[in-house]
């Protein structure tokens, strides 16, 4: 007797409008996620707040690493407003944080948390080792 255990999708759907996307629940991409927010403000407060081209770059990239590539082109051309794109991923980040919350639950979350801390911390640690080599 074989024993069947369905697979879970690791995809959550995104719609905005007839914008369609995907977020991946990889480790990495978890992450990123939980980390974009303040990756964002970072970004924009590195650059020139009179370089409008250098901020929009700094958003798309953190955008399209979180959401996948063209993520941030779709967002904007459904609403040509980079403040208006940034609200939308706010609110996309925020939607997302509930439902991995609701997925894994508070326990599983907190530990998937210190899990991906665990895992950053080894792999600084093999970065470090190999770039004495």
Same mark, same amino acid.
């Given at each position: 007797?074989?024993?069947?255990?369905?697979?879970?999708?690791?995809?959550?759907?995104?719609?905005?409008?007839?914008?369609?996307?995907?977020?991946?629940?990889?480790?990495?991409?978890?992450?990123?996620?939980?980390?974009?927010?303040?990756?964002?403000?970072?970004?924009?407060?590195?650059?020139?707040s009179?370089?409008?081209?250098?901020?929009?770059?700094?958003?798309?990239?953190?955008?399209?690493?979180?959401l996948g590539?063209?993520s941030?082109?779709?967002?904007?051309?459904?609403?040509?407003?980079?403040?208006?794109?940034?609200?939308?991923?706010? +609110?996309?980040?925020?939607?997302? &944080? *509930?439902? #991995? !919350?609701k997925?894994?639950?508070?326990?599983?979350?907190? $530990?998937? +948390?210190?899990?991906?801390?665990? &895992? *950053?911390? #080894? !792999?600084?640690?093999?970065?470090?080792?190999n770039?004495? $080599?």
């Amino acid at each position: 007797m074989a024993i069947k255990i369905q697979t879970q999708t690791h995809v959550i759907p995104i719609e905005i409008g007839d914008v369609k996307l995907e977020f991946d629940m990889s480790d990495e991409n978890i992450k990123r996620l939980f980390d974009s927010e303040n990756e964002i403000m970072k970004k924009i407060s590195e650059v020139d707040s009179n370089d409008f081209d250098a901020q929009k770059k700094a958003i798309k990239e953190i955008i399209d690493a979180t959401l996948g590539d063209g993520s941030f082109d779709k967002l904007y051309n459904l609403s040509p407003s980079v403040f208006i794109v940034v609200e939308y991923f706010m +609110q996309i980040a925020q939607g997302l &944080k *509930e439902e #991995i !919350n609701k997925r894994l639950g508070n326990d599983n979350l907190s $530990k998937a +948390q210190k899990y991906l801390e665990a &895992k *950053e911390k #080894i !792999n600084k640690q093999k970065s470090k080792q190999n770039s004495k $080599k």
